[in-house]
Structures are given as structure tokens and as C-alpha cells.
């Protein structure tokens, strides 16, 4: 089945690490993607990885793929307040015909 | 301004009526989708084209009709609508319908008030 599963929650100070967890059950996924929501605005794309890969590293961003345990994480290095925001993880299926599908999202709240 | 585009940002109408919400991309992607988020943040895909050809419809209600007059465009029709259909649809473009590194973007978002 179909399946990305994220934690509601998290909350970190300012200039701490933050890392965000997803566990995904389909194991034909081609890539992975992490797309950021600000209030009342569109999707953001963060960063991705490719299925084949274990780590990716963006600036700030490191990407975490465990094709064993399916599990994929997102740290985000000296978190600021501007990163508050929703997080979500989300899965494309290889023959899908470009189907993304999306964890429940992860509100990330940076306090000072 | 290269970007996916859609119209309006904000609908509110009462039930039973019928709206349409626009999307255009100017990215030269092939492949254009329709997605629903709830009140509860969650992303559902209800439908992608590519190359003006539907490829997934995933169990949404006939009320909904997706139309492609060309690849840059996706609008979404949407008749005698009801109160569950309040949500912000999301409307999004990919160069490949395979999925890619280039990701998918995103339009703005229409938030759809039904009263």
C-alpha cells in the first residue's frame, strides 16, 4: 500500500538542530521530496533524494534515506524562526503517472 | 515570471453552485495535477494530465471535471458543490510524469469556502 507517515509536531529553540522523521511504506518509490508550507502559502520544494542514495546535503539541509527500514529524515542545521513552518515528506511511485504521495506534515516551531 | 498560476486565490459560494478554478504554467512541463488539502493540512492527488491526456483520476467524485485545452493549462470544474468540498486546491506542474529530481512546483493555492 501507499503510505508516508510523519509526527505532527516538533518544537526546537533557535540555533538548535531540528530534525524531522518520515516512515514510507511503498517500496517502489523513485524519489523522495521535502517541501516546506509557510501559512497561507503554496509548497516550497526543499530538497529531494533519489531512491538510490543515502545521504544529500544542501547547505543547512541534510537529507537521510534508510531504504531498508523506509525511513527518511530531514535535519535542519541552526534552525532560525523564519523556518517555522509545515514540512512535508512525500513519496513519487515509480508508473504512477507523477502521483506524489504526501505525509501529514510536520509543524516545525522555532522559538527565540 | 516563471511559475504555476492559479485563479483566484480565494472562493467563497454557497452550496449547489458551480465554479471553475484556472491553473497555467509557463514552465514547458508536460505534465500538469490537481491537489486537495484538507482542514488537517492533508495532500491528496485528484488528477494529472500529461500532454493534455488524463492519466490519473484517483476516485474523486464526478463533480469534479478536470479540462486541458493545452499543456500549459489545467482548470478544474467543479458542479453543484457541497460543504465537504471546502479546501485549498492546489494545482502543480512537472517536466515528467515519472517523477524527477526537478521535483513538482506548486501554485499558490485556491482556498474554496463552501457556505
Known amino acids: 500500500g501507499e503510505d508516508v507517515e510523519q509526527s505532527l509536531f516538533l518544537s526546537v529553540r533557535e540555533g538548535d538542530s531540528s530534525v524531522i522523521n518520515c516512515t514510507y511504506t511503498?517500496?517502489?518509490?523513485?524519489?523522495l521530496y521535502w517541501y516546506k508550507q509557510e501559512p497561507g502559502a503554496g509548497l516550497q520544494l526543499l530538497t529531494y533524494i533519489f531512491s538510490n542514495m543515502d545521504m544529500k546535503q544542501d547547505q543547512r539541509l541534510t537529507v537521510l534515506l534508510n531504504k531498508k527500514d523506509k525511513h527518511l529524515s530531514l535535519r535542519i542545521a541552526d534552525t532560525q524562526t523564519g523556518d517555522s513552518a509545515i514540512y512535508f515528506c512525500a513519496e513519487s511511485i515509480n508508473n504512477q503517472g507523477g502521483k506524489l504521495i504526501f505525509g501529514q506534515g510536520t509543524e516545525l516551531s522555532v522559538k527565540p | 515570471d516563471t511559475a504555476v498560476s492559479q485563479t483566484p486565490k480565494y472562493l467563497v459560494t454557497q452550496m449547489g453552485n458551480d465554479k471553475s478554478i484556472k491553473c497555467e504554467q509557463n514552465l514547458g512541463h508536460d505534465t500538469m495535477y490537481w491537489y486537495k488539502q484538507d482542514s488537517k493540512k492533508f495532500l491528496k492527488i485528484m488528477f494529472s494530465?500529461?500532454?493534455?491526456?488524463?492519466?490519473i483520476n484517483e476516485t474523486v467524485p464526478n463533480r469534479f471535471s478536470p479540462k486541458s485545452p493545452d499543456k500549459a493549462h489545467l482548470n478544474l470544474h467543479i458542479n453543484s458543490l457541497e460543504l465537504g468540498d471546502s479546501a485549498v486546491y492546489f494545482c502543480a506542474s512537472s517536466q515528467d510524469p515519472r517523477g524527477t529530481g526537478d521535483g513538482y512546483t506548486f501554485g499558490s493555492g485556491t482556498r474554496l469556502t463552501v457556505v
Open positions: 511503498d517500496s517502489s518509490s523513485t524519489y
Open positions: 494530465y500529461n500532454n493534455k491526456e488524463l492519466i
